[in-house]
């Protein structure tokens, strides 16, 4: 999810769930201890539960990472050990890692050693064609006696030779089983079941026997899904009742970004496109707030013209403040 679940996009889809964790998109820790740390680590207070996703492999820079993302606020540190970029196999982390459970083990220790959050790994089921089931539990058992009791599980191998990050989303095959199996072996662990899940209904399926899910591109494709969250799997109300509320609201936000950073409205309507998927107009509706001609009119106006163009309501704002 690197360049899309920025914190504009975990201020919107915090718009649709209150109680869902989120994740940030993956920082590197060369990024943070050689670049601009307010940068990669700003968030909206809003956003709370969200949980920092690290790229590294040094223990000792994991550890200086992990404790920034603690004093900034976040909930939770993740590690990566799932992405299987050849860009990111050639800075030594990601999924090749997976061939390295000591490394991964160690990292997690100087992680846990100096942050009192919770620090959580996310993986794949194994690395290139291989399939042992073994591979995958000795890393889950070497990695949790550093300190590690959840695992976020990408239910495919990783085929680091060969495939793009997209294909290795799609070609290897997806083993549920394993992860349930895992469960099964580690019953005193956390599993978060990864990859494939597209309905309210798998994700109801998955949690009989794992768990969490989680869910990344389905979600950001069509947020809407996350709009009944709240109460189906929380027992607490929803909070967006309306998409035109959550455009609304997002509006808004793109004004006070405005104010507050010069943040361009359009850096922030990329995030909301999937909002009416699947509803008739949408692909208009999309086009008006894809429209760079339009970068400085009102984000208000937008909407404005974005619903008249798609023939359909809006609400207005003095409607939604009264």
């Known amino acids: 999810m690197m360049d899309w679940t920025d914190r504009h996009c975990r201020f919107f889809h915090r718009l649709l769930t209150r109680r869902t964790l989120l994740y940030t998109e993956m920082v590197t820790t060369g990024a943070l201890i050689h670049g601009d740390v307010p940068r990669h680590l700003q968030f909206n207070a809003e956003e709370h539960p969200v949980a ?5 492999s040094e223990p000792a820079d994991l550890a200086q990472c992990a404790k920034l993302g603690e004093d900034w606020g976040y909930d939770e540190i993740n590690l990566n050990c799932g992405c299987p ?3 990111v196999q050639r800075g030594a982390f990601g999924a090749c890692l997976m061939a390295e459970p000591q490394l991964v083990a160690d990292g997690v220790k100087a992680m846990v050693d100096v942050v009192s959050v919770p620090v959580t790994v996310k993986h794949r089921i194994g690395i290139d064609k291989n399939e042992d089931y073994g591979f995958v539990r000795d890393f889950v058992g070497q990695v949790s006696e550093a300190g590690c009791q959840v695992f976020i599980v990408h239910a495919r191998n990783a085929w680091l030779k060969g ?3 997209k294909a290795n989303r799609e070609v290897p095959p997806l083993r549920y089983a394993t992860v349930h199996r895992l469960k099964a072996d580690f ?3 956390v599993f978060v079941l990864n990859g494939g899940i597209t309905t309210e209904v798998q994700i109801a399926e998955q949690l009989q026997q794992l768990d969490g899910v989680m869910l990344g591109r389905e979600a950001y494709h069509n947020p809407w899904l996350m709009a009944n969250w709240d109460e ?3 027992d607490q ?4 009742a309306e998409r035109e509320r959550v455009e609304q609201q997002m509006v808004d936000y793109m004004a006070r970004e405005a ?5 361009p409205w359009s ?4 995030h909301m496109l999937g909002l009416r998927h699947g509803l008739p107009g949408a692909r208009r509706w999309r086009q008006v707030w894809s429209d760079h001609r339009l970068r400085d009119v009102a984000p208000q106006e937008v909407m404005r013209l974005a619903h008249a163009d798609a023939r359909t309501p809006v609400v207005s704002a003095e409607a939604l403040h009264a």
């Open 52 to 56: 920092l996703q690290l790229g590294g």
């Open 85 to 87: 970029s050849e860009r």
């Open 163 to 165: 495939l793009s990050p």
């Open 187 to 189: 019953p005193h662990l």
């Open 232 to 234: 189906r799997f929380f």
């Open 237 to 240: 109300p929803a909070p967006a």
């Open 259 to 263: 104010r507050v950073h010069g943040t």
């Open 267 to 270: 850096s922030i309507a990329r």
